[in-house]
Each structure stands twice: as C-alpha cells, then as structure tokens.
Nanobody, 124 residues
Framework: QLQLVESGGGLVQPGGSLTLSCAAS????????MGWFRQVPGKEREEVSC???????YYADSVKGRFTISRDNAKNTVYLQMSSLKHEDTAVYYC??????????????????WGQGTQVTVSS
C-alpha cells in the first residue's frame, strides 16, 4: 500500500524554523516527483515547493529564499526546511507524489498520492 506520512509540524514563533518530513512507504520516492503544498481553511490549496525525479526544484515566490526542499533516498523521505517563518506561513502542509515522466522545474498540476497533512502554526 502506497502511503505518505508528514511530520514535523507544530507551533513556532515568527522568525523561527521548522523542518517537515514526508516519509513514503510502499514505493521508492526517488522514482517520483514530489511536492509540498499548504492550505488554510477557506482558501485554495497552494503550491509551496516541488522537486522532480531528476532533482529540479521549484519554490513559490512567497517562500523563495526561506524554504528548502530536499530528499533523502536512503531514508525514502522528502523534507521541507522552513526558516524565517511568518504568520502567513500558518497552514496545513501536505506532501504529494506522482510518478509521471517530467523534466520541468515546477509543480505538477495533479499528483497521484497525498499525505494526511501536518499543521504549522506561526504565532507569538
């Protein structure tokens, strides 16, 4: 059974840092394009950062320079390192995976597999 499990969310003060993890089971992450997305109640889900199978990275303008996406194939895990966090980064963060052939440097329009989400709250 293919499964993605996010962890690492929590409460952090503005300016602080968090690292989210997305652990995969039932498949090899290095065969998949991966993405991090976030959603606030009442708003549409938005792209945060994505990494393709071949390592091309994309960052939304709102997080560029503050967030870093990476993958550890040995641990079958994708990470999202978040720093200089702002109130507006508060959201439920989801990771996603898709196996299609893709060489671009952006997020895909759709993903086949999604995690359950982890809450990130930036507040003083």
């Amino acid at each position: 059974q293919l499964q993605l499990v996010e962890s690492g969310g929590g409460l952090v003060q503005p300016g602080g840092s968090l690292t989210l993890s997305c652990a995969a089971s039932g498949f090899r992450l290095d065969y998949y394009n991966m993405g991090w997305f976030r959603q606030v109640p009442g708003k549409e889900r938005e792209e945060v950062s994505c990494i393709s199978k071949i390592g091309n990275r994309y960052y939304a303008d709102s997080v560029k320079g503050r967030f870093t996406i990476s993958r550890d194939n040995a641990k079958n895990t994708v990470y999202l390192q978040m720093s200089s966090l702002k109130h507006e980064d508060t959201a439920v963060y989801y990771c996603a995976a898709d196996a299609r052939f893709f060489l671009g440097s952006r997020c895909l329009a759709t993903y086949d597999y999604w995690g359950q989400g982890t809450q990130v709250t930036v507040s003083s």
